[in-house]
Structures are given as structure tokens and as C-alpha cells.
């Protein structure tokens, strides 16, 4: 079965400064990956997926990530966060399969932005 | 409305009683999810819809767990004999069969005292 790891729980960075969040996987072919943001009283939001082709994934509100298929990882970067970026962010790994894109998330990495 | 919307944002209930939870999701997705998100923890899958049938319900916990979509559209998660351990938020999500993207709402926040 897959499974994600998130490795840090909470990070706090300051506003302007560089963000990575790591992210793990464990799937025995090719999965589909993604990004998820939770902010306070709102739903879950796509901020970019992997299914194949190019290993750099550019997504909304200028995050990116990078497939590394050696490393089993799919780690979120942004160059300079901003206040709003404040949130709990999610990653997930879904089997590849006709319709049933069921995922599964990590434990979330909680992101604190200090001015 | 645009996204999707879920009923009641918040449930406070009893042990022992019976619960409905109610996800309608965005017109024209075929596909329904439903998840369980404790606190401190990412969301957990519960089941999967395609049309109005359960196509995977393999993340139900046990048989006090039900859920339906009897007209393809809004789905009914159904808790029967609630314990403690059922709080929780639950989180619906739609999306359409192979685009790999879903929408999740809001959800709804469940307490068994």
C-alpha cells in the first residue's frame, strides 16, 4: 500500500525568505503526487500535481515541486513566501488507475510566517 | 452554488446516537469522495462513488459506517451508535473521472461527547 511521509510537523519562516516542505512517498510504480493547502475554515486547495513528463511542476500562487523518482520524494518550494501562505499544507500520492484517483495524504506540514 | 458544499459545518451529538452528514457536490462531477481528517492528521479516505454506486469502500472503518448517492448527485455519510472516537472532521470532495483533481469542501465537524 502507499503511504506519505511529511517530515516536518511545523515550520516557521520569515516573510520574503525561501520555503522547501519534503515530502516522501512509498508507491511500487509511478504515482500520481500532490500538493494540497488547508487554510482556516476553508477546504482543501490543489495547488499543483504530478502525473508525468516534466519533473518540475509549476502550480498556483507560485509554488513548484520537483519529482525526484531516486529520492522517492516530491518536495514544495516557493522562492519568497508571503503572510498569506500561512497555512497547514498537504501531501499526497495517489494510485494510478481508471477514475479512482483515492488519495493518500501525509500528516500535513503546519507553516508559520513571521514578518 | 459554485463549490462544494457540505451540511452541518458543525455536529455535536451524543454517544450513541445516530448522525447524517451531507455533501452536495459540484453539478456535473461524477465523482464523490468522502474522507476523515482527526485532529493533527491528514485526511483519511473513507469511500469512493462513481454515479450513484459505491465503486470503493474500503476506508469505512466498520458497519456502523454507511454512505449513499442514490441519484448520482448528493451523498448521504450515515454514522449509526456514534462513539468518541468518531469525532472528527469529515471532508467531502468531487471531481470528474480522470482529471486528478478534486474539490473539497468545507467540511463537517463532528463531536461525540
Known amino acids: 500500500a502507499q503511504s506519505v511521509t511529511q517530515p516536518d510537523i511545523h515550520i516557521t519562516v520569515s516573510e520574503g525568505a525561501s520555503l522547501e516542505l519534503r515530502c516522501n512517498y512509498s508507491?511500487?510504480?509511478?504515482?500520481?503526487l500532490f500538493w494540497y493547502v488547508q487554510s482556516p475554515g476553508q477546504g482543501l486547495q490543489l495547488l499543483l500535481k504530478y502525473f508525468s513528463g516534466d519533473t518540475l511542476v509549476q502550480g498556483i500562487k507560485g509554488f513548484e515541486a520537483e519529482f525526484k523518482r531516486s529520492q522517492s520524494s516530491f518536495n514544495l518550494r516557493k522562492p519568497s513566501v508571503h503572510w498569506s501562505d500561512a497555512a497547514e499544507y498537504f501531501c499526497a500520492v495517489a494510485t494510478r488507475g481508471f477514475g479512482n484517483e483515492k488519495l493518500t495524504f501525509g500528516t500535513g506540514t503546519r507553516l508559520t510566517i513571521i514578518p | 452554488g459554485a463549490g462544494v458544499s457540505q451540511t452541518p459545518s458543525n455536529k455535536v451529538t451524543e454517544k450513541g446516537k445516530y448522525v447524517e452528514l451531507r455533501c452536495d457536490p459540484i453539478s456535473g462531477h461524477t465523482a464523490l469522495y468522502w474522507y476523515r481528517q482527526s485532529l493533527g492528521q491528514g485526511p483519511e479516505f473513507l469511500i469512493y462513488?462513481?454515479?450513484?454506486?459505491?465503486?470503493?469502500d474500503s476506508g469505512l472503518p466498520n458497519d456502523r459506517f454507511f454512505a449513499v448517492r442514490p441519484e448520482g448527485s448528493v451523498s448521504t455519510l450515515k454514522i449509526q451508535r456514534t462513539e468518541r472516537g468518531d469525532s472528527a472532521v469529515y471532508l467531502c470532495?468531487?471531481?470528474?473521472?480522470?482529471?486528478?483533481?478534486?474539490?473539497f469542501g468545507e467540511g463537517s465537524r463532528l463531536t461525540v461527547l
Open positions: 508507491y511500487g510504480a509511478t504515482p500520481y
Open positions: 470532495a468531487s471531481g470528474t473521472r480522470n482529471t486528478g483533481e478534486l474539490f
Open positions: 462513488f462513481q454515479g450513484t454506486g459505491a465503486a470503493d
